[in-house]
């Protein structure tokens, strides 16, 4: 780029391959920048460049900040802003000698006490700086620092925005399709919700949460939890409520407990993005105590985490609790295709259909249920498609490949087809013998001879030797 440039930041106008170009337009350049990373190598690797940036840097910093966040800037300046209080493994009972029993301590006290006291105290302090950040359009000189919060925040919420439009908007496309004002509501949600659970999730043990029924403080952070949410109109309660119910679900497709979502909804965002997209869930076991991880509904601290507080308006404002199924309504004006009918059996299923975009969203070991005969009483043939599930085989190659393969009563499905859960049900059934025996041979496994009652054989069940000397991945011969 700066071989194009001549060396003359400091004029009011630059040249450009004998253009004159005057100053800012390069500003309005350089602030389309869709990144920081982009601005930053932009101005690095050429003066002429940086001196332009330096004519107006909080501008152009603004305006790429926008360009990175969004409509919904204010509210992630204000959850890297937010003064949280420090958080304290197992404090919980830490001596509160010489604190202020109203919790009503000035932003300049709150500062000057010792940084290592106990939930009890951070609790009431909380609530006391919550005024010192408001969401506020005046976001001021963004840090290097904090430009770099702003990024990786937008880049897991930009993903979490696709999986939410892939689910909830337009199951055809793998990136987000809902409109800006769609998106703003999403990610001014997600951010609060984000700024919630760094707020209110402190790393405690359940020898610690034990001790806090009744306790005033447990009350306290219950009250502090309901107030922040207070601040907002009730259309955007909606939004966030309808994102949680999104985050829950998330959560719940790899927990066999629904008494552990709110547990673990309360590690934030982040967490439940990388444990969803790794399909590795023990990552919220990582960030929390295993045994907090298994109390459950029971635990007072961080049992229905966000939906009391939010009940708690509902009833105060004497709305009625909103339903599960018009959640959605709260942040989409619109779905695509909520009519699209099966390409086989023609069943109106819209959202619920089942294309190459949404493949990656089912559970391959679920698929064990669909093999035929007796197969998945069969160890030896189960514990193998198990394995190659969680190893080198996730739910969209497996179908994928199925299609490469398809049988003869199958020969009309095509790959860029969408189908009902039962009608792909019936396709990976159909195949999915099949495809394992291609999958075992590509791995060097040697063929036996063929079971004569194939994958109907009863003996595969109980007799370990015999499901091993015999291929039952197979149609019967005979009858059993």
């Not at 050429?46 to 969004?70: D, M, Q, Y």
């Not at 020898?207 to 009350?219: G, K, N, R, T, V």
């Amino acid at each position: 780029m700066s071989a194009f440039l001549a060396p003359v930041s400091a004029a009011p106008r630059m040249q450009i391959c004998g253009l004159i170009i005057p100053n800012y337009i390069m500003c309005t350049i350089l602030s389309a920048s869709p990144d920081f990373g982009t601005l930053n190598s932009a101005t690095g690797i050429c003066k002429a460049w940086h001196g332009v940036f330096e004519t107006h840097p909080k501008t152009i910093i603004l305006s790429v900040a926008r360009n990175v966040v969004g409509p919904a800037l204010k509210h992630a300046v204000r959850f890297i802003r937010y003064p949280y209080p420090e958080k304290n493994e197992n404090e919980w009972g830490a001596d509160e000698d010489g604190g202020d029993e109203d919790g009503e301590n000035s932003e300049d006290t709150v500062d000057s006490e010792n940084e290592d006291e106990g939930p009890k105290k951070q609790a009431k302090k909380s609530g006391a700086k919550s005024a010192a950040t408001p969401e506020s359009d005046d976001i001021g000189e963004l840090s290097s620092e904090e430009r770099g919060k702003l990024q990786n925040n937008a880049e897991i919420v930009h993903k979490l925005e696709s999986i939410f439009s892939l689910r909830h908007k337009d199951r055809t496309s793998t990136t987000s399709q809902l409109t800006v004002r769609e998106s703003h509501r999403f990610a001014r949600a997600m951010y609060r919700i984000m700024l919630y659970c760094e707020l209110f999730y402190l790393p405690i043990n359940l020898d610690d949460i034990d001790s806090m029924e009744d306790d005033p403080a447990l009350l306290k952070i219950w009250d502090q939890r309901h107030a922040l949410l207070s601040d907002f109109p009730m259309p955007e309660l909606l939004e966030m409520r309808a994102v949680v119910a999104f985050l829950h679900d998330l959560i719940g497709e790899g927990l066999d407990a629904d008494d552990y979502d709110h547990i673990c909804l309360a590690t934030g965002p982040a967490v439940i993005l990388k444990a969803y997209s790794s399909k590795r869930f023990e990552l919220f076991e990582d960030a929390v105590e295993t045994e907090v991880m298994t109390s459950g509904e029971d635990n007072p601290f961080f049992g229905e985490f966000l939906s009391r507080p939010l009940d708690r308006i509902w009833t105060e404002r004497g709305v009625a609790l909103p339903t599960s199924d018009g959640l959605d309504s709260a942040i989409l004006e619109g779905v695509r295709g909520k009519n699209d009918k099966c390409a086989q059996c023609g069943v109106v299923a819209g959202l619920g259909l089942w294309s190459e975009a949404n493949w990656a969203n089912l559970i391959n070991v679920d698929f064990c249920a669909l093999l035929p005969g007796a197969l998945n009483e069969n160890d030896v043939e189960s514990d193998a498609l198990v394995e190659l599930f969680m190893s080198t085989c996730p739910a969209d190659v497996v179908i994928a490949e199925i299609y490469d393969m398809k049988t003869a009563p199958f020969a009309g499905w095509k790959r860029d087809q969408s189908l009902c859960a039962a009608c792909l049900d019936k396709l990976i059934g159909a195949h999915l013998h099949l495809w394992l025996y291609e999958r075992k041979v590509q791995s060097g496994w040697t063929p036996t001879d063929n079971c004569w009652y194939g994958y109907n054989c009863r003996t595969q069940v109980h007799k370990r030797e015999h499901a091993k000397a015999r291929n039952h991945l197979c149609a019967p011969t005979r009858r059993p």
